[in-house]
C-alpha cells in the first residue's frame, strides 16, 4: 500500500483540489507507519490487516461452497471439512468482521467527525493493532499447522477433550484480539466524552458516533467474559483441570452460558457500526436529516444494552429450563423493536428526499432489504416450537450470514465507498463501483436465500454430505458464492484503479455535511483540522432540508 | 482558545490538562469495568459450582490454611494504604516520600507473592494439584462431597487466586516504572496522574482479594456451625 502512493503521489498533487500536506506524505519509512500515533494511518494499517484475514476467510468459505457442490463427501475428508469451516469462523468472525468497521473506519472517522485531533490515547490505539496482529499470527499458526475443527464456538467438552490441533495457541490469539477490540472500545468512549469540539452536543453528534458508542460498550463489557471463559478452556485443556469438562466433574453448559453472554453482543459489535454508515449515507443522498434523530441514536444503545439480556435464545435445546426459555425468548424479541425502529426511520428519511444512486447509497438499499430479512428471521428463533425445528439447520446459517454478511459487509462497503475520497483524496470509477454495489447484491442473495428453504427442508449445519434432493439448492449457493466472489473483487479493483489515476475530489465531494467534510481537506492533514472546529447546527443540517422534513423531534 | 503557556507534560491533541487528567481518569475506570467483568466470569463460575457443590466446597475451604489468608489480607490492605499515601506524596510534590512510599508497595506485594508461594508448595507437596491424581483426604469430607467435586473447588481456588496473583505480578512490575520516573522527575504537583491512575489499579487489585478471602477461605467455617 506504501509504495503505491509513493509513487502516483505526484500526479494529484498538482491539482489545487488535492490537499499537498497530508498525513499519507508525512514520512515514507516502514517507522513511521508502524510505529504511527496517528489514527488515520493506523485505520490504513488495520485496512489492509483485515483484508488480509477477509481474503482467508474467504478461501475456506470457497473450500466449503465446492465440498457442498455435491451430496457426497467427495472433495474433502469430513475431518478437513471440520477444519474448513472453523477456520472460516473464527477468521471471519474475529479476525475479520468484529474489527472490520470500528477499527478501519471508526479509527479514521471518531476524531474527524468529532473535531479533535486524535484519539484519546494514541499509543493504545497502536498497542491494540500489534495485539490484533500478535492474536492473527497465533491463530494463522496453529492454521497452517493443520488448522483445529471445535467450531468458531469451541463448546466444552470436545474444545479441551479429544480435540487435536493447536486450540489452546489458538484460543490465546483470541484473547489478544479480544483485549485490542477492548482497547479499542475504551479509547473511543473516552474520545466521545472528553474530546468533541465545543458546541457539539450529544444530540448533535453524527448517528456513526452514537453507533461506535454503543458498539464500544459492548466491547468493553462483553469481550473480557469471553476472554476468561476461552482462557479457562485453555487451561483445562493444557493443564486437565475441571472447570466445563464433565469428565472432571465440570458442566459445559456453563461454557455456553459465558461464551454466548459475549458471542450474541458480538453480532451486535458487527451490526451496530453497520447501522451507523447507512445513517450517514442515507441522510447524505437524501440530502435530508435523519427521520426522527434521537429515536436512530437511542436505539444504538437500546440494541447495546438489550443484547446482553438475550442470550440463552442460542440454547434452548440444551437442557436449560423451560422457565428460563421462556423469559430468553421474551426478551429476544424485544431487540426487535429499536432495530424496527431504525428500520422504519431509515424508510421515512427517504420520503420525499432528493435521492440519487451512488455506490455507496447502492449499498445502503442492498442493505436495508437483505437486513429485513435477515432481522425478521432472527424472530423464528426466540419462538421456542419453531426454533426445535430450525436449531443448528441452514435456516440458522441463512439467517446469520443475513445479519453478519449481507448486513455488516454491505455497511463496511457502503462506508468505504463513502469516506473513500476522503481517506485518500481521489475518485473511484463510479460506474464500476455501482456495478460492484449490484454483483454484491445478487451474488449474496443467490447463495443464503436458498439456505433459508434448505435448512427449513432439515438440512443441518456442519455437515459435508447430504441426500441427493438438496443438492440443486446448494448448486445455487455456489453458484451465488462465486458471484459474490466477483462482487468483493470489483471495489478491490475500483479502489486500485482509484490510487493509481484516481483524480482529486476536493475535500467534500458528496456536498455532505460533517465536520470531516466541511472543516477538513482531502486527504486530511495529520493534525485533522487547522483550528479547532466550532460547531453551531444540528446534524445533518441540509440547506434543502427545511422544505422537506416532515417532523423532527 | 489561547493558552498562557503549554505544559510540558501536555500531550499534542489534547487542549488542557484538565482534559487530559479527566480523559486517563475516564480511561482507567473504564478499564477497572472491563476488568471486573473478567473477573465476574469466574465468579459466576464460583457462584454455580459453590450451588451445585455445596458440602465439597465446604471441605475444599476448610483445608485452606485461615491465618495465611488473614496475613496475606492485612497485608494487601497495608499496600493499599501505603499506595494512597504514595499518591498524596506526589500531590504535594514530595518526590522522596513518593518514592519510599511506592516502594514500600512494592515490598509489600512482594511479601503476599511470598505467601502464596508457600500456600500452594504445600498444597501441591499434599498431593492437591486438580488434573494430576488429585489427592485429598477422605476424612476431610464432609456430608455429600466427593474428591471428584472438591477437585472442582480447587481448580477455581488455583484460577482465582492465581489471576488475581498475576495481576499483583503486574502491578510490582508497573509501580516499579512509576518509581523509576518519579526518581527522574517526570512526577510533579501539577502533573501525577500516572500514580493516581496505578493508584485505582492497585486498590482494584486488594478489593478484588477481599472478595475473594472470604469466597475461598472463610467459607469453610461452616464446618464447625
Known amino acids: 500500500m506504501e509504495t503505491t502512493m509513493e509513487t502516483n503521489a505526484a500526479m494529484p498533487a498538482e491539482s489545487p483540489l488535492y490537499n499537498k500536506r497530508n498525513y499519507l506524505n508525512n514520512g515514507y519509512s516502514l517507522r513511521s507507519w508502524f510505529l504511527t500515533v496517528d489514527h488515520k494511518r493506523i485505520a490504513l494499517i488495520y485496512l489492509a490487516s483485515i483484508t488480509f484475514f477477509f481474503i482467508l476467510g474467504g478461501f475456506f468459505a470457497m473450500l466449503v461452497r465446492l465440498e457442498l457442490l455435491t451430496p457426497k463427501g467427495d472433495f474433502m475428508t469430513s475431518d478437513g471439512y471440520n477444519r474448513a469451516f472453523t477456520m472460516h469462523g473464527i477468521m471471519m468472525i474475529f479476525f475479520f468482521l468484529i474489527p472490520s468497521i470500528p477499527a478501519v473506519l471508526g479509527n479514521f472517522l471518531v476524531p474527524l467527525q468529532i473535531g479533535a485531533k486524535d484519539l484519546a490515547f494514541p499509543k493504545i490505539n497502536l498497542l491494540s493493532w500489534y495485539m490484533y496482529i500478535g492474536g492473527g499470527a497465533l491463530a494463522l499458526f496453529a492454521m497452517i499447522n493443520g488448522g483445529i475443527d471445535t467450531t468458531w464456538r469451541f463448546y466444552t467438552p470436545y474444545s479441551t477433550g479429544h480435540a487435536s490441533g493447536y486450540v489452546v495457541t489458538t484460543i490465546l490469539g483470541l484473547f489478544l484480539m479480544g483485549f485490542s477490540s477492548i482497547f479499542t472500545g475504551l479509547n473511543f468512549i473516552v474520545t466521545i466524552h472528553k474530546m468533541r469540539a465545543p458546541g457539539l452536543t450529544w444530540f448533535r453528534l453524527p448517528l456513526f458516533i452514537w453507533a461506535m458508542y454503543a458498539t464500544s460498550l459492548i466491547q468493553i463489557l462483553g469481550t473480557p467474559v469471553v476472554a476468561i471463559t476461552l482462557s479457562l478452556a485453555a487451561v483445562e485443556k493444557g493443564l486437565k483441570i475441571g472447570i466445563f469438562d464433565p469428565a472432571y466433574g465440570g458442566d459445559p453448559i456453563l461454557f455456553q452460558h459465558l461464551f454466548w453472554f459475549y458471542s450474541h453482543p458480538a453480532v451486535y459489535i458487527m451490526i451496530l457500526p453497520a447501522m451507523g454508515i447507512i445513517s450517514e449515507v442515507i441522510s447524505c443522498f437524501s440530502r435530508k436529516v435523519v427521520f426522527g434523530y434521537s429515536f436512530v441514536a437511542i436505539s444504538s444503545m437500546m440494541i447495546a444494552v438489550i443484547g446482553f439480556f438475550v442470550w440463552g435464545h442460542h440454547m434452548f435445546l440444551t437442557g436449560q429450563s423451560q422457565f428460563a426459555g421462556l423469559i430468553f425468548a421474551a426478551l429476544s424479541f424485544l431487540v426487535a423493536i429499536p432495530s424496527a425502529v431504525k428500520t422504519f426511520n431509515w424508510t421515512a428519511t427517504l420520503y420525499k428526499g432528493s435521492i440519487s444512486f451512488e455506490a455507496p447509497m447502492l449499498y445502503v438499499f442492498g442493505f436495508l432489504g437483505v437486513f429485513l430479512i435477515g432481522g425478521l428471521t432472527g424472530l423464528f428463533f426466540p419462538a421456542l416450537g419453531l426454533d426445535r425445528h430450525l436449531h443448528d439447520t441452514y435456516f440458522v446459517v441463512a439467517h446469520f450470514h443475513y445479519i453478519m454478511v449481507g448486513g455488516a459487509i454491505m455497511g463496511y462497503m457502503a462506508g468505504l465507498h463513502f469516506w473513500w475520497p476522503k481517506m485518500f483524496g481521489k475518485k473511484y470509477p463510479e460506474g464500476l463501483a455501482q456495478a460492484g454495489a449490484v454483483a454484491t447484491f445478487i451474488g449474496f442473495n443467490l447463495t443464503f436465500f436458498p439456505q433459508f428453504i434448505l435448512g427449513y427442508m432439515g438440512m443441518p449445519r456442519h455437515y459435508h454430505e447430504y441426500v441427493p434432493e438438496f443438492q440443486f439448492l446448494h448448486i445455487l449457493s455456489t453458484a451465488g458464492a462465486s458471484v459474490l466472489a466477483i462482487g468483493y473483487l470489483i471495489p478491490a479493483i475500483c479502489f486500485g484503479w482509484s490510487l493509481l489515476f484516481g483524480e482529486p475530489t476536493g475535500p467534500n465531494p458528496w456536498n455532505a455535511k460533517g465536520l470531516e467534510w466541511e472543516k477538513s481537506l482531502s486527504p486530511p492533514p495529520t493534525e485533522n483540522f487547522s483550528e479547532i472546529p466550532v460547531v453551531t447546527e444540528e446534524a445533518y443540517n441540509y440547506p434543502d432540508a427545511e422544505a422537506t422534513v416532515v417532523t423532527r423531534s | ?225
Open chain 2, 1 to 225: 482558545m489561547s493558552h498562557g503557556h503549554k505544559s510540558e507534560f501536555l500531550a499534542h491533541h489534547f487542549e488542557d490538562l484538565e482534559q487530559q487528567k479527566e480523559s486517563a481518569a475516564l480511561g482507567m475506570w473504564l478499564f477497572l469495568c472491563t476488568e471486573v467483568l473478567f473477573f465476574g466470569g469466574l465468579f459466576c463460575c464460583y457462584a454455580y459450582y459453590k450451588y451445585r457443590f455445596f458440602d465439597a466446597f465446604i471441605s475444599g475451604s476448610h483445608h485452606l490454611d485461615i491465618k495465611l489468608g488473614l496475613l496475606n489480607t492485612a497485608v494487601l490492605i497495608t499496600s493499599s494504604l501505603t499506595m494512597a499515601l504514595a499518591v498524596h506524596a506526589a500531590q504535594k510534590g514530595a518526590r522522596g516520600r513518593t518514592s519510599l512510599m511506592l516502594l514500600l508497595t512494592i515490598a509489600l506485594a512482594g511479601v503476599f507473592l511470598v505467601v502464596k508461594y508457600f500456600e500452594w508448595s504445600t498444597k501441591f507437596h499434599h498431593g492437591i494439584i486438580p488434573g494430576h491424581n488429585f489427592q485429598f483426604p477422605a476424612e476431610d469430607l464432609y456430608g455429600g462431597a466427593t474428591v471428584k467435586t472438591v477437585e472442582i473447588f480447587y481448580s477455581l481456588y488455583y484460577c482465582m487466586s492465581g489471576l488475581h496473583g498475576i495481576h499483583v505480578i503486574l502491578g510490582i512490575v508497573v509501580i516499579g516504572w512509576l518509581w523509576w520516573i518519579n526518581q527522574k522527575g517526570r512526577i510533579t504537583p501539577e502533573y501525577n496522574v500516572p500514580v493516581e491512575m496505578v493508584g485505582l489499579y492497585w486498590h482494584f487489585v486488594d478489593i478484588i482479594w477481599i472478595f475473594l478471602f472470604p469466597l475461598l477461605y472463610l467459607l469453610g467455617l461452616h464446618v464447625h456451625g
